[in-house]
């Protein structure tokens, strides 16, 4: 996969969490979906896995490493997918946006301290920049002073969830950059296992397993699977792969990215209105993103001229 297919896909099925989570909600509750999205993925991983013939190998790696995939796993599914749903009832979509944008800043510091990476003056505008488009686009343009006045407990809960993907992206990178054993399917394999076990007993005590029957249809089903498909065992195993290589700058600004097709997609789908706001921010986000590639690109042409010398 080419680097823009790459950037594509991580930004477009990052944004389509929502419309398939707004599709599968119809029938399901969070926490269902929550571990439906993790059953499916663990079948698709031990499938490849045993294709491999490494199975076996990633289960002793995790009995050996348990304390670190446990922090993965409280992270990446505790955090970023469980606590963050917990929030959203409780706060308004202007605070949402804000402050889970916020913690996606936060994936750059972890990277510069947890992966070494160098901290360019460059990134950290494109960043800004990014930042300032995606809360263009959560704000519809404006900042009320109402914000920092209406932080309550949900807001807590999706800075939690916010800071926890950030962690377990970095954290993720990081154990893929000591180990070369080790590969996405492995990382994601122990951390979703361990979840799913934290996770179950609080499914199976919702009345009627948290699925609502009568409203059970083409759609629900639809967005559940496409949920689990594409937008978590296809999606997380590329973002490891892209933050891996790529580093925290470069994931920032695709976690940016993700807020367009957050918004496009709606309004095709679910008929919401398309603002003039929206495609400022975009184009903001977009402009940076086309930034920092233009930015590496000249850096690599210097550094291969200095190699040539």
Request: glycine residues 10%; positive net charge.
């Amino acid at each position: 996969m080419t680097f823009a297919a790459l950037i594509f896909y991580l930004s477009f099925f990052g944004g389509a969490i929502g419309l398939f989570a707004k599709w599968a909600l119809v029938a399901f509750t969070p926490l269902t979906i929550i571990c439906v999205r993790l059953f499916i993925s663990l079948i698709i991983f031990t499938g490849l896995l045993i294709k491999q013939k490494r199975l076996g190998a990633v289960l002793r790696a995790l009995k050996t490493r348990m304390g670190y995939f446990l922090l993965l796993a409280f992270s990446g599914v505790i955090c970023a997918m469980g606590i963050s749903f917990v929030g959203i009832p409780y706060t308004t979509a202007i605070n949402y946006n804000l402050i889970f944008n916020l913690g996606t800043l936060s994936i750059f510091p972890f990277a510069v301290l947890l992966l070494k990476e160098k901290c360019r003056l460059s990134d950290f505008i494109f960043l800004v920049i990014a930042f300032a488009g995606a809360t263009i686009i959560g704000t519809g343009g404006t900042l009320p002073h109402e914000i920092l006045q209406s932080l309550n407990k949900g807001d807590l809960f999706i800075a939690i969830g916010a800071l926890g993907w950030a962690l377990y992206s970095v954290l993720g990178a990081r154990l893929l950059r000591d180990n070369k054993e080790n590969d996405p399917f492995s990382v994601l394999f122990g951390s979703f296992l361990l979840g799913a076990l934290l996770l179950v007993p609080f499914a199976l005590a919702q009345p009627s397993l948290g699925v609502t029957a009568a409203a059970i249809g083409v759609r629900p089903l639809l967005g559940i699977l496409l949920l689990s498909i594409f937008s978590t065992a296809i999606l997380f195993y590329l973002w490891f792969l892209f933050v891996k290589t790529y580093g925290g700058a470069w994931g920032g600004l695709v976690a940016f990215s993700e807020n367009i097709s957050g918004i496009v997609l709606p309004v095709l789908f679910l008929s919401e209105t398309l603002t003039a706001p929206t495609m400022i921010g975009g184009g903001v986000i977009i402009g940076a993103v086309i930034a920092k590639e233009c930015t590496d690109a000249r850096r690599r042409r210097q550094l291969s001229a200095v190699k040539k010398i």
